[in-house]
Nanobody
Framework: QVQLEESGGGLAQPGGSLSLACSTS????????MGWYRQPPGQEREWVSI????????YYVDSVKGRFTISRDNSKNMMYLQMNNLKPEDTALYYC??????RGQGTQVTVSS
C-alpha cells in the first residue's frame, strides 16, 4: 500500500500561482500512475490531472489546460502540480491520489480577491 501526503496550497488572488506537492511512501510507490483530483464545496470531485509512471502527463481536465502543469520525480518519491493564472473556480480541496484509490488527506486551495 502507498501512503500519500499533500503540501502547499493556501490562498491566492485571481491570476496568481500556487504549487502543490505530494510525497509518497510505501511499497511499489514508483510503479503507480498518479494524479490530482479536487472537490469544490458542495460539488462532485473531478480529476484535474494524471501522470504516467514514466512522468508523461496523460490527462488534464479542460478547465486547467494551459494553466496547470503536473510533474513527478520518482527519485524523490514526489509529485507536483504547478497552478498558474488561478481562477476563483479553482477553489477546492485538492487530493493527491493513485488510480487504484489511495489518496492523501487533501490540501485546501482558495482563490479569492
Amino acid at each position: 500500500q502507498v501512503q500519500l501526503e499533500e503540501s502547499g496550497g493556501g490562498l491566492a488572488q485571481p491570476g496568481g500561482s500556487l504549487s502543490l506537492a505530494c510525497s509518497t511512501s510505501g511499497s511499489a510507490r514508483k510503479l503507480y500512475a498518479m494524479g490530482w483530483y479536487r472537490q469544490p464545496p458542495g460539488q462532485e470531485r473531478e480529476w484535474v490531472s494524471i501522470i504516467k509512471r514514466d512522468g508523461t502527463p496523460s490527462y488534464y481536465v479542460d478547465s486547467v489546460k494551459g494553466r496547470f502543469t503536473i510533474s513527478r520525480d520518482n527519485s524523490k518519491n514526489m509529485m507536483y502540480l504547478q497552478m498558474n493564472n488561478l481562477k476563483p473556480e479553482d477553489t477546492a480541496l485538492y487530493y493527491c491520489a493513485t488510480l487504484d484509490g489511495s489518496r492523501g488527506q487533501g490540501t485546501q486551495v482558495t482563490v479569492s480577491s
